[in-house]
């Protein structure tokens, strides 16, 4: 009896693994070698200063105007992973995203984890995000998981619809309710090497903002962006890098 339930326990185990544990860690070394390919090719060639900055979990009605009016002012183009509802229920934002030229990829619909999605549901987000998307007369590209999980039918389906996962290198906990403006700083001028790209969030994926920790985010990268410009960087889009 003990030893039967020890096998069942261990077979759905297995399936879980299977299922999502196993492709998202699998997408992350992936992402993680191919960047460190290119880095060591970079220290070959002269590297060439490019950051791509994006932003996860909006667009979100009281932060993403004040980050797109930053961009603007420092003629930076960057790439939004936007949330489908978010987008819905913000359509302008997102329209002013398009019409600055930035890069808009898609976020899922809800934001939750594709560890815990059914196969219909995975199908449904896609199917649903990418028709807000179509409303809007914005067509997608590129999709950046929830918290970079996906399972097997999140890579079907990024397959089947001709999408491209986009990962990242650089992460400051710029979501947390503590978010402090000296460490974030301190992260993103350690972290940031030629080709990095760079995770940030205008918003928060179950739309429940705590402390203002956007606002934070961007007063950080008001003062960050002149240390990297007199650094020699430039910003561009992840087209740019995946084209
Ligand atoms: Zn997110």
Request: aromatic share 10%; net charge negative; proline share 5%.
């Amino acid at each position: 009896m003990n030893k039967k339930f020890l096998k069942g326990a261990a077979l759905i185990g297995a399936a879980a693994a299977s299922y999502s544990y196993l492709p998202s860690r699998m997408g992350r070394l992936q992402h993680e070698l191919q960047q460190e390919a290119e880095e060591a090719a970079l220290t070959l060639a002269t590297p060439e200063k490019v950051l791509y900055l994006t932003f996860d979990d909006g667009p979100n009605p009281s932060y993403t105007s004040r980050l797109l009016d930053l961009l603007k002012e420092y003629e930076i183009k960057a790439t939004f992973f936007i949330v489908g509802k978010f987008a819905a229920e913000n359509p302008d934002l997102v329209l002013r995203m398009e019409q600055e030229g930035h890069t808009i990829g898609l976020h899922s619909m809800e934001h939750k984890s594709a560890m815990i999605q059914t196969p219909s549901y995975t199908r449904w987000d896609f199917a649903k995000s990418l028709e807000v998307m179509e409303d809007l007369g914005i067509s997608v590209k590129y999709y950046r998981p929830p918290w970079g999980h996906v399972n097997w039918f999140t890579l079907q389906e990024i397959k089947a619809r001709g999408l491209k996962k986009v990962l990242w290198d650089v992460m400051t906990g710029d979501w947390k309710e503590s978010s402090d403006e000296e460490k974030m700083q301190y992260r993103l001028l350690k972290h940031s090497v030629p080709g990095s790209i760079v995770c940030l969030h205008d918003g928060r994926g179950d739309g429940k903002v705590q402390n203002d920790a956007p606002l934070r985010m961007i007063e950080t990268l008001e003062k960050t962006i002149p240390i990297w410009l007199e650094e020699g960087y430039r910003f561009e889009t992840v087209d740019k890098k995946y084209m």
